[in-house]
């Protein structure tokens, strides 16, 4: 190549053209160290200084938003968002750093919690029996005592806007010397994140393979003001300072702990962390394992994967195309979820037929996503919450036809007297017609209802109970906005509303849609033992007279209902209230219900009576 060659480039700059960005002044380092310093300051910002001239052009008040602007740091984005923030510069979270303790931190923010009966309902089943060490009920704490009044708790946050929820589950947590400490260590911790005291109680659960925290935040802090936490906090940084307390008590993970940990999860039916770091290797779910590494704690991560794998394979959920060649299913992980969901109801399922001492083999065990199409009657074994976050209700039943029901998603508003023992019916969703939609249907005229109409015939009928026939007729016009919502029904005007004719049909079928909760009828609140002896009418003496048995299985809760049976027929021969004929039949008294309350009655005045002696 010659020189002219080489020297040929000549650069011909164009015109400047102005859609190219500007550059920004560069800032100095001192700038930049300015910035960071006042992010992470206790003090407001200079926007929110009194001698601002934006505070002068638009002044505070009480409760407005440039006083809560003002009133700390990092409101705006959530208490604990300087924590985050120098998590974010200091290079992530440290929890997943080697030899920290690994902590599960579940969360939820529940609006009105104190309003509803939320609040009440949940602090009653956390605390419900069976959770404690020694299989009693739980003991509800707080910061400062260890009997916390949970009705107290409860009015003090009657009017909150929200409630934090959280569940601190620590894999170690079974090695910890106190968990009642290591919980008020961790709140004391979180408090000097968020740069405020909390009102909060907690329960200790004992009940599953891993102890548990379940700790419920009032959503004010100790001005009063919201409770507003930063998201990446609620989401990691309660899990850090979890970590970081139950690593300085046991001391950190050593590498022969961890391993022995990894290599428990080799069979398990969940999703582990040997599968998500699979998947996080893998190339479009291809996963090469060909080459042996050098470092021996490759060749054990290496290892690990590949018997990980084997299992799999036998599953279903991993295919080996040649040797060292494997490919991750397609729905691996939602998979191994929902067997892990699946076992840990078996599991639950099973610890509650023990405890009454009944043996129930898996194979009768029926687990029902929604309300059953089929009514089931059995004895309630077991209630809890079905998310332990949440307020609905699961419901384990020992059936009559031999099976073990396991039932989620239940009101408790339903089941509110239902107690361990009793029997229930659960059945589809209620279909019923509502009175209000009959109402409606009865008062149209020619597919026209007038609301001024309904309130004529209101009070010339005086049925209303108070007599406040305005409230009344409004709260059919509210049924009526529902379903005009939901294309029913249309409002011609404020006195008119076109209604279909079949109004009450379509009107019955939205509500099943919408229903997906089963009906739950409470049939005895007394066990069969309690059932045979009983002075009082019971659900054994209806079936008695009634005569029906064939839904009786043989064997289970079926043969219990039986011969419970027989012993109630024994029980009514001895006290005169039935006769065996010479044929066998037995022939009952009559109205034998109606003289078994009256009897019932007699003897609980008589106790009231003795009583007051």
């Known amino acids: 190549m010659s020189a002219d060659d080489e020297i040929r480039f000549r650069p011909k700059p164009g015109l400047v053209r102005t859609d190219v960005p500007k550059l920004g002044k560069a800032k100095s380092f001192l700038t930049q160290a300015k910035k960071i310093a006042r992010q992470q300051s206790n003090s407001p910002s200079r926007s929110s200084s ?7 052009s638009k002044p505070s008040t009480a409760g407005g938003k440039a006083a809560r602007a003002s009133s700390g740091p990092g ?37 009105s919690a104190g309003k509803n009966g939320k609040s009440a309902a949940h602090l009653r089943y956390i605390q419900r029996d069976g959770t404690a060490r020694d299989g009693e009920r739980g003991q509800l704490y707080s910061a400062t005592e260890d009997r916390a009044d949970g009705d107290a708790f409860v009015e003090r946050g009657a009017e909150d806007r929200h409630q934090f929820r959280f569940i601190v589950s620590p894999q170690d947590g079974a090695d910890l010397t106190d968990p009642t400490a290591y919980t008020r260590d961790l709140m004391r911790q979180v408090e000097a ?12 659960h004992h009940n599953t ?3 548990h925290v379940h700790v419920i935040v009032r959503g004010k802090d100790e ?18 300072r979890a970590s970081e307390l139950a690593t300085l008590e046991l001391g950190p993970v050593t590498e022969i702990e961890q391993s022995r940990k990894l290599s428990a999860e080799i069979d398990q039916d969940r999703f582990t962390r040997i599968d998500r770091a699979m998947i996080g290797e893998a190339d479009d779910r291809f996963l090469d394992l060909r080459d042996m590494p050098a470092d021996p704690r490759h060749r054990f991560d290496r290892t690990l ?22 490919e991750l299913g397609e729905r691996i992980e939602p998979t191994l979820r929902e067997m892990s969901e699946r076992g840990d109801i078996i599991r639950t399922m099973h610890k509650a037929l023990k405890a009454d001492g009944l043996e129930r083999d898996p194979a009768t065990f029926q687990l029902h996503d929604a309300a059953p199409e089929v009514p089931i009657v059995g004895r309630v074994v077991d209630k809890y919450l079905t998310d332990e976050l949440g307020e609905s209700l699961t419901i384990v039943v020992d059936g009559i036809d031999a099976r073990a029901h396991h039932v989620p998603g239940i009101d408790p508003a339903r089941v509110e007297d239902v107690r361990i023992g009793s029997v229930i019916k659960i059945g589809p969703p209620d279909t019923a017609q509502r009175p209000s939609d009959r109402a409606v249907a009865a008062v149209a005229e020619d597919g026209i209802y007038r609301p001024s109409r309904h309130l004529e015939q209101a009070r010339f009928d005086g049925r209303v109970p108070g007599g406040d026939y305005e409230g009344f007729v409004d709260a059919h016009v509210r049924r009526l906005e529902a379903l005009r919502r939901a294309g029913i029904v249309e409002r011609i005007d404020a006195d008119r509303w076109r209604i279909p004719q079949d109004f009450e049909n379509r009107a019955a079928a939205y509500d099943a849609g919408r229903n997906r909760q089963g009906s739950v009828r ?18 054994l003496d209806r079936r008695l007279l009634s005569g029906e048995t064939s839904d009786l299985s043989p064997s289970g809760f079926g043969q219990h209902v039986r011969e419970a049976m027989e012993r109630r027929r024994d029980h009514h021969i001895d006290r005169c209230d039935a006769i065996r004929q010479p044929d066998g039949r037995v022939v009952y008294r009559r109205n034998l219900l109606g003289a078994l309350r009256e009897r019932e009655v007699a003897r609980v005045g008589a106790e009231m009576a003795a009583s007051k002696d």
């Open 50 to 56: 009194p001698s601002s001239p934006r505070s002068r």
């Open 75 to 111: 409101l705006k984005r959530g208490r604990g968002a300087v924590f985050v923030r120098s998590r974010a510069l200091s290079g992530g979270w440290r929890h997943s750093a080697p030899g920290m303790r690994r902590v599960v931190v579940k969360t939820r923010y529940v609006q």
């Open 193 to 204: 994140d968020l740069g405020t005291k909390l009102d909060w109680v907690a329960v200790n």
């Open 209 to 211: 393979g891993h102890p």
């Open 223 to 240: 001005l009063g003001a919201d409770l507003v936490i930063n998201g990446d906090y609620l989401a990691n940084g309660i899990r850090e």
């Open 305 to 326: 994967r590949l018997r990980r794998l084997a299992r799999l394979e036998t599953m279903g959920l991993a295919t080996e195309h040649a040797p060292g060649i494997w």
């Open 522 to 539: 409470l049939l005895s609140t007394l066990d069969l033992e309690k059932q045979i002896g009983a002075d009082g009418a019971t659900w």
